[in-house]
């Protein structure tokens, strides 16, 4: 059976470290904009800035969750990240580059919704031997 709880309280984490992001990354974006006078979508501004974004992404889950086993979505809903063979906090380096390298896919689409629905794992998470436990 599907534990609902869990997985608003997942994507309610998920929803406040986009918003802490959006906040970050925002005024670079209109900064960047600002320099040209000019909303370009050609290459190299546009993708130069979306890959800035997926960096950090990338980069802020991996320092949260290797200092703490929590971004700061994740602590509000007292929630952490864990291995998944052992149930420890301590994971290493190597399974959270892995896990967040896959962020990027599981959120195309809305793809990292299904497997936490149907699996309560993202598919970085199935990679990666980590998962997403409620805080004891």
Do not use: C
Request: cysteine-free.
């Amino acid at each position: 059976m599907v534990n609902m709880s869990f997985i608003l309280r997942r994507l309610a984490g998920g929803f406040i470290d986009h918003v802490i992001l959006t906040l970050v990354i925002l005024p670079i974006v209109i900064f960047s904009e600002h320099l040209t006078n000019q909303v370009n979508l050609d290459w190299p501004s546009f993708y130069t800035l979306v890959a800035l974004i997926v960096i950090f992404y990338f980069l802020y889950g991996l320092y949260f969750e290797n200092k703490t086993s929590q971004t700061i979505g994740k602590r509000v809903m007292k929630l952490q990240v864990v291995d998944s063979r052992t149930g420890s906090t301590e994971i290493s380096t190597k399974q959270l580059v892995i896990r967040n390298l896959f962020r990027p896919i599981d959120y195309v689409a809305g793809w990292g919704v299904i497997p936490i629905i149907l699996f309560r794992k993202r598919l970085g998470e199935f990679i990666s031997q980590t998962e997403v436990k409620k805080v004891q």
